[in-house]
């Protein structure tokens, strides 16, 4: 019975060795492969972000009308859409108000900045090109 008991238990310790073994291989595998996918996610958050960069700076007159209409009506909670035409301050109370509401309200506030937001955007998409730049890029009228 001793000699059972021993074998069996060697036989344990072997399934338990080779469990551990497969165990650390996969685990290997898992982590090669989310390295990989950090490392392409990376690549394409810095190609993107040049993207961007690269269509603010050329963005100008109607663009500017584009690029901010559709930014309010999407980032509007953010003050996206101020920071595009040059409202730094306008653009960072709407964030910080955003942010600040959010936990205060928790998220009543930043819908009401987002509702201010989309406005914006749907005004600044349904102004033409002419009355779009007399109004916000010559006259610099911050809100609505």
Not at 2 to 25: F, H, V, Y
Not at 63 to 87: P, Q, S
């Amino acid at each position: 019975m001793s000699d059972d008991n021993k074998n069996l238990s060697d036989d344990l310790n072997d399934m338990l060795g080779d469990a551990k073994e497969g165990a650390k291989k996969a685990a290997d595998k898992v982590s090669d492969k989310a390295s990989e996918f950090a490392d392409e996610a990376k690549e394409t958050a810095s190609e993107f972000a040049d993207s961007a960069k690269e269509a603010f700076n050329s963005a100008s007159g109607d663009n500017k009308k584009i690029l901010a209409g559709i930014l309010g009506i999407i980032l509007g909670w953010a003050g996206v859409h101020k920071f595009v035409l040059g409202y730094n301050k306008e653009g960072a109370i709407m964030l910080i108000a955003s942010i600040v509401l959010y936990f205060l309200t928790c998220g009543i506030g930043t819908m009401v900045v987002s509702i201010i937001g989309l406005i914006e955007g749907i005004i600044y998409l349904t102004k033409s090109d002419e009355e779009f730049y007399n109004t916000y890029q010559v006259g610099k009228k911050p809100w609505f």
